[in-house]
């Protein structure tokens, strides 16, 4: 502003000295053109240099409206097309919050609409091939997809990883399987992919192939300590009830001895595993390892399961019971189990008194019925139908209150 007003002042104060100067400095300019300066026009100096001055604030005058009206075109132009970046970048935005909603339909209009002007073109594809999948548009969502791995070579993996989801969610396990081992091509380590082949495996029931992926998952899948053993025990215990449903010792060993030092020491894992070898006869093999889950960690349950154990030496199995009973006191399992290893050894006496200790302290049916067989078997018949009776009142429980009849009337259907 400044600037303005000099030069106005400037030019006001040359426009009033310069009839003053014109008067007192006369002078004249020729301008000629030829070679012996025929032809000529001849004016005023003073006119000339004003004129002179006029032309070159004139020629300035034009650049300046030159310039002034290229930038408005050009602002115009970049206002145009960016403008339509930026109505694509909030329907982007708008589309992709619908998304996280849950908004199907709305994030799948607004992410299509601005799919052509968006910078990201493969988010808006994946996310609204994501949307129609949700809304069952299967075929539509396969060919967003198609759309997403077209806008470059680096799309692949995301592109695999979106639809092994939509086929995992679809229970389509075998074709998540499939996509996820060709992305695992690209990407072995990815902790997502590694994830997903994780759900794959587990949903399917596959565990040989899970246990495989194991290692991987513990060093790349980002996984919880608890988590990830919580998984390998789950897949150990899967692993272990196959080979036992196929009623084969040598299988169901050759998984046990598969397995590290660590999960062989693990308490759940090995009472399974000893459970499994006496569900399929292998009483021997199940008595070593029975022995030394007690001698390690006691648990009365595991007891009463001893005693049904057919060992290698029934005398040792009932050695190794009586230093329980003197090291942990008397229990209803133990005693049932010292009872059943006598008969065992067939120490009939000694039976029949832990046997009959172990009701005293619980009224069991099983115990009942084991005493009740040794009875019959000795020839108290009496006794052994009275524990019979006694047994099966305790198994059937919660019988209705129902009017009985009395021993002195005949019973319904007997006639005097």
């Known amino acids: 502003m400044r600037k303005v007003l000099f030069i106005a002042i400037a030019l006001l104060l040359l426009g009033a000295l310069l009839p003053q100067i014109n008067q007192n400095y006369p002078g004249y300019l020729i301008i000629g053109f030829?070679?012996?300066?025929?032809?000529?026009?001849?004016m005023n100096l003073w006119f000339a240099i004003v004129a002179l001055v006029s032309l070159l604030f004139a020629f300035f005058i034009l650049v300046w409206l030159a310039r002034s009206l290229f930038r408005a075109?050009?602002?115009?132009?970049?206002?145009?097309?960016?403008?339509?970046?930026?109505?694509?970048?909030?329907?982007?935005?708008?589309?992709?919050?619908?998304?996280?909603?849950?908004?199907?339909?709305?994030?799948?209009?607004?992410?299509?609409?601005?799919?052509?002007?968006?910078?990201?073109?493969?988010?808006?594809?994946?996310?609204?091939?994501?949307?129609?999948f949700e809304l069952g548009f299967r075929e539509?969502?396969?060919?967003?997809?198609?759309?997403?791995?077209?806008?470059?070579?680096?799309?692949?993996?995301?592109?695999?990883?979106?639809?092994?989801r939509m086929q995992l969610q679809d229970k389509h396990y075998e074709q998540c399987i499939a996509s996820l081992k060709r992305a695992k091509q690209l990407e072995p380590k990815h902790p997502a992919l590694l994830q997903l082949l994780k759900q794959a495996y587990y949903s399917l029931g596959d565990w040989s192939s899970l246990r495989e992926l194991l290692p991987e998952l513990e060093k790349h899948a980002n996984m919880h300590d608890e988590e990830l053993q919580k998984l390998e025990l789950e897949v150990y215990q899967h692993q272990l009830n196959e080979a036992a449903n196929r009623n084969d010792s040598e299988t169901l060993q050759g998984v046990w001895h598969s397995l590290n030092g660590r999960w062989q020491r693990n308490m759940e894992l090995r009472n399974l595993y000893t459970r499994l070898l006496h569900q399929i006869g292998d009483d021997i093999e199940a008595e070593k390892h029975l022995r030394w889950l007690l001698n390690r960690e006691w648990n009365p349950k595991l007891a009463d399961l001893y005693g049904c154990l057919t060992g290698a030496d029934s005398?040792?199995?009932?050695?190794?019971?009586?230093?329980?009973?003197?090291?942990?006191?008397?229990?209803?399992?133990?005693?049932?189990?010292?009872?059943?290893?006598?008969?065992?050894?067939?120490?009939?006496?000694?039976?029949?008194?832990?046997?009959?200790?172990?009701?005293?302290?619980?009224?069991?049916?099983?115990?009942?019925?084991?005493?009740?067989?040794?009875?019959?078997?000795?020839?108290?018949?009496?006794?052994?139908?009275?524990?019979?009776?006694?047994?099966?009142?305790?198994?059937?429980?919660?019988?209705?209150?129902?009017?009985?009849?009395?021993?002195?009337?005949p019973l319904l259907g007997v006639h005097a």
């Open 34 to 42: 030829g070679g012996a300066l025929n032809k000529g026009y001849e």
């Open 73 to 132: 075109i050009r602002g115009s132009v970049d206002r145009l097309r960016f403008g339509r970046q930026r109505i694509a970048r909030r329907r982007l935005t708008s589309g992709l919050v619908e998304f996280m909603e849950g908004n199907w339909s709305r994030a799948r209009r607004q992410l299509l609409k601005s799919a052509p002007r968006s910078e990201a073109p493969l988010i808006n594809y994946l996310a609204a091939a994501r949307s129609a």
């Open 140 to 164: 539509e969502a396969n060919e967003l997809l198609a759309k997403a791995e077209a806008c470059g070579e680096d799309t692949r993996l995301a592109v695999a990883l979106s639809q092994a």
């Open 315 to 409: 005398s040792a199995q009932l050695s190794a019971a009586e230093g329980w009973l003197k090291e942990y006191g008397e229990s209803a399992d133990l005693l049932t189990c010292l009872g059943r290893l006598c008969m065992r050894n067939e120490l009939w006496g000694k039976a029949q008194q832990y046997l009959e200790k172990s009701l005293l302290l619980r009224q069991d049916p099983v115990t009942s019925a084991e005493l009740a067989r040794l009875f019959e078997a000795l020839g108290e018949k009496d006794k052994a139908a009275r524990l019979f009776q006694e047994g099966l009142m305790q198994a059937v429980k919660d019988l209705p209150q129902l009017p009985m009849p009395s021993q002195d009337k």
